[in-house]
């Protein structure tokens, strides 16, 4: 007789391992991540070579524009007295270039008998925007080199995780240069022959100095480089949301539109301002207002559709009580009552007419309905508005008299800007003439006879223009008319692009 099956012996487990227990005996296991801060395991986990990678570009901008605005020696710096070093002309030049992300330059002297100091509020946009065109670039190769790695579209959590890393970076990089940047130096009478003990006795003792506003630059540039990361990182999250609402797509698609064509109408516009300071301007000045291309065709661009331009001198808060201002220190000129400007101004009502016809051909090519040409109007008005009130220049100027003199304490403010009502009101009345009139009459110049809808081929109404009747050829049964907006089947995956692009 067989022995009955038995069942099968298995071998015992393996002992488990030892825990490692921490260099303090507790006996706990040690776990790395789980002794370091939440905030520290972010910093140090995340990869923040795409950001730091971004920020090189931009930073590069500001130091060219600095060593171009240090290499020569200004007239001022060439006359009688000492030219500072090179080093302390980078240093300064590197303080101004810090305005492009809208840092404050102050200039001051001190001198036995007072001092006096100065604000200069004025944003280089050419500076900017090759800031702004740098990162940018440098945002696209990281989004794609790590599509190209991975095959994943980002989601809206690691956009803004990419976002919050370039903020970081390039407002460090902002305060770096903020802290280097400004420069200390006493001119000195080597010209006229005098060592530095006879040059402080017969010159006196007198220190220039400037710096920068570093922490308005911090703030600027971690809010307009988080915004512009999350827009490059986050394209396909933004595109799937704007894919799911149709109001939201409609707005979208108003933006693209809309930055388009405001990119154009101030390039048109930079153009037309450099022509203007090339003619009329010295030769010296010409290469100055190269970094402020952008300022003047903003301000022409402004005159020309109606805004009012406005130039004033003040008295700051705080001055002398005795100083009364004088009723001629406010200055308005406008395309309908230049004043003492002359009536040359009037020839920037060109540009305004450029820029709504630019405006009113993008919305005729991308085929826009009236809601959303409304919209197309609106968002145009308001950007077009913001980005006028840059370009405006405030100067402060506080002066303070030492012993040899009366002591007291005077401070004077000069502004020159677009009054900000008369803009908004100008660029609506001129973004609904771009938006809303300019297609129709462009659509009924290529408008052709169609086929009416409800008549078939043969009957009555169904012939062209010279009255020979329509043959159609039937290719289906199937509706050949397609929808205004492709719609997934099945709720099945659908390129969320088609919605920004031109049918």
Excluded: C
């Amino acid at each position: 007789m067989p022995p009955p099956d038995l069942p099968p012996v298995l071998p015992p487990p393996p002992p488990e391992p030892p825990s490692v227990a921490g260099s303090w005996g507790a006996g706990r296991p040690y776990d790395p991540a789980g002794s370091r801060p939440a905030a520290l395991a972010w910093l140090t986990g995340a990869d923040w070579r795409p950001a730091l990678r971004a920020v090189v570009a931009p930073t590069a901008v500001l130091l060219l524009a600095a060593l171009i605005a240090a290499v020569p020696e200004s007239a001022y710096y060439s006359g009688a007295f000492d030219a500072p070093s090179f080093g302390k002309r980078l240093g300064s030049s590197l303080a101004m270039a810090l305005g492009a992300l809208g840092a404050p330059y102050r200039l001051g002297f001190e001198t036995t008998e007072g001092g006096s100091s100065s604000v200069f509020r004025a944003l280089p946009m050419t500076v900017t925007a090759l800031w702004l065109f740098a990162l940018w670039l440098g945002l696209r190769v990281g989004a794609r080199r790590r599509q190209q790695r991975t095959g994943e579209q980002q989601t809206r959590r690691q956009a803004a995780g990419e976002a919050v890393r370039t903020a970081v970076a390039t407002a460090a990089v902002t305060l770096l240069l903020g802290l280097v940047g400004g420069a200390d130096w006493h001119p000195g009478g080597a010209r006229f022959g005098l060592d530095s003990d006879a040059s402080a006795r017969f010159l006196g003792r007198t220190t220039y100095s400037s710096s920068a506003g570093w922490w308005e630059a911090v703030a600027w540039t971690a809010l307009l480089a988080g915004l512009l990361a999350f827009a490059v990182h986050g394209t396909d999250a933004l595109r799937w949301a704007a894919w799911r609402n149709r109001a939201v797509r409609g707005w979208a698609v108003a933006g693209l539109a809309a930055g388009r064509a405001l990119a154009v109408s101030v390039a048109l516009a930079s153009a037309a301002g450099f022509v203007v300071v090339a003619v009329r301007v010295d030769g010296d000045l010409t290469g100055a207002a190269v970094a402020f291309l952008p300022n003047l065709g903003l301000l022409l661009l402004g005159v020309g559709s109606g805004a009012t331009f406005r130039v004033s001198s003040s008295i700051a808060p705080g001055g002398a009580p005795d100083w009364q201002p004088d009723p001629r220190a406010v200055h308005e000129y406008s395309f309908f009552d230049p004043h003492a400007a002359g009536s040359d101004w009037r020839w920037s009502a060109l540009l305004a007419l450029v820029s709504a016809a630019v405006l009113g051909w993008t919305a005729y090519r991308r085929r826009l309905d009236p809601a959303d040409r409304l919209r197309l109007a609106a968002v145009y008005a308001v950007g077009l508005s913001l980005l006028m009130l840059v370009p405006g220049a405030l100067v402060s100027t506080e002066s303070v008299l030492g012993p040899l003199g009366r002591s007291r304490e005077s401070g004077l403010e000069d502004s020159l800007a677009l009054v900000p009502w008369t803009l908004l009101v100008a660029n609506a009345v001129w973004a609904a003439v771009g938006a809303l009139a300019v297609p129709p009459l462009l659509a009924a110049r290529d408008r052709r006879p169609a086929l009416p809808a409800d008549r078939g081929p043969g009957e009555p109404g169904a012939e062209s223009a010279g009255g020979t009747p329509v043959v159609l050829e039937v290719v289906g049964s199937e509706d050949g008319r397609r929808p205004a907006w492709p719609e997934p089947e099945d709720d099945g995956p659908v390129d969320p692009s088609v919605w920004s692009r031109r049918p």
